[in-house]
């Protein structure tokens, strides 16, 4: 069936360090690719998303790549800040004809230390 | 502030207990959905509704069931809470099945002892 594995966490890195969040993805047809972040004690926001192969969604310095090939989505950021200390989750969307479901990984926590 | 509205945000329960979560949102959304977030295991979708009049079960519907009252309004009911369904519950909607991403509400975490 459909799912998405990430890499296990905690990830603690220092600040300004490169941050690479490994996902992949099991899917019939082409889903849609998301990566969602919670910080503590709220919700989950979306933080950028990919419709098709190709794709680069960016957002606050973060980016992913839809690779159809590799079928992943790897989170990468620069140069990560302690304001980026949250888990973050990579997900994909089935048709609207399947619900439009969401399908999420396990969650990958990351602590920045100054 | 649009978007979307659980209550309660804290509710202890004894085992046994019966209590209905809400969920409202007023993005005109067509779709609404019920997670659970246990650690370790990420969200899992317990129900959700494609569209107003319909609901369907998820990956882990035991326990629960749900009412989409409106176009707005989409709860989650627990009849006879257990401990195992102590966790946190996330309602999220969606205008185009997903396509474009979930909103969140800001979850209720609930305890049952």
């Known amino acids: 069936g459909d799912s998405v594995t990430q890499m296990e966490g905690p990830v603690t890195l220092s600040e300004e360090a490169f941050l690479t969040i490994n996902c992949t993805y099991t899917?019939?047809?082409?889903?849609?690719l998301f990566w969602y972040v919670q910080y503590p004690g709220e919700g989950l926001q979306l933080l950028l998303k990919a419709t098709k192969a190709d794709d680069k969604g960016s957002n606050k310095g973060f980016e992913a790549t839809y690779r159809k090939e590799t079928t992943s989505f790897h989170l990468e950021k620069g140069s990560v800040q302690v304001s980026d200390s949250a888990v973050y989750f990579c997900a994909l969307s089935l048709p609207y004809n399947q619900g439009g479901k969401l399908i999420f990984g396990q969650g990958t926590e990351l602590s920045v230390k100054p | 502030n649009a978007g979307v509205t659980q209550t309660p945000k804290f509710q202890v329960l004894k085992t046994g207990q019966s209590m209905t979560l809400q969920c409202a949102q007023d993005?005109?959304?067509?779709?609404m959905y019920w997670y659970r977030q246990d650690p370790g295991m990420g969200l899992r979708l317990i129900y959700y509704s494609a569209s107003e009049g319909t609901t369907d079960k998820g990956e882990v519907p035991n326990g629960y069931n749900v009412s989409r009252l409106n176009k707005r309004e989409f709860s989650l009911r627990l009849e006879s809470a257990a401990p195992s369904q102590t966790s946190v519950y996330f309602c999220?909607?969606?205008?185009?099945?997903?396509?474009?991403?979930?909103?969140f509400g800001s979850g209720t975490r609930l305890t049952v002892v």
């Open positions: 899917a019939t047809g082409y889903p849609s």
């Open positions: 993005m005109n959304h067509n779709s």
């Open positions: 999220a909607s969606s205008s185009q099945g997903g396509g474009l991403g979930y909103t």
